[in-house]
């Protein structure tokens, strides 16, 4: 049985950090690209940053560049999103997505980071 399981958000003050993780079970980790993508209220769902299978490779928002950091720990089935300098507009639930080259496509149910004074 497939599962991605985030936790680490919660409520944070603007300038804060946060270190959200999302661990992986029932596939073969190692071989998927890992994203986290975020969805604030009344607004699309967008992607975040991703890393690549062997975590030699990332990309990022330009929203959230310099700013938010993505890795990975294939030994622990882990991904993660170190996040500082949060935002008010950086408010959103945050999901883990795992994807590879087959197309297979995996969605976690999400962390809310609330980002206030």
């Known amino acids: 049985q497939v599962q991605l399981v985030e936790s680490g958000g919660g409520l944070v003050q603007p300038g804060g950090s946060l270190r959200l993780s999302c661990a992986a079970s029932?596939?073969?980790?190692?071989?998927?690209?890992m994203s986290w993508y975020r969805q604030a209220p009344g607004k699309e769902r967008e992607l975040v940053a991703a890393?690549?299978?062997?975590?030699?490779?990332?990309n990022y928002a330009d929203s959230v560049k310099g700013r938010f950091t993505i890795s990975r720990d294939n030994a622990k089935n882990t991904v993660y999103l170190q996040m500082n300098s949060l935002k008010p507009e950086d408010t959103a639930v945050y999901y883990c997505?795992?994807?590879?080259?087959?197309?297979?496509?995996?969605w976690g149910k999400g962390t809310l980071v609330t980002v206030s004074s």
């Open positions: 997505n795992a994807k590879n080259i087959w197309g297979m496509d995996y």
């Open positions: 029932g596939f073969t980790f190692s071989s998927y690209t």
């Open positions: 890393i690549n299978t062997a975590g030699g490779s990332t």
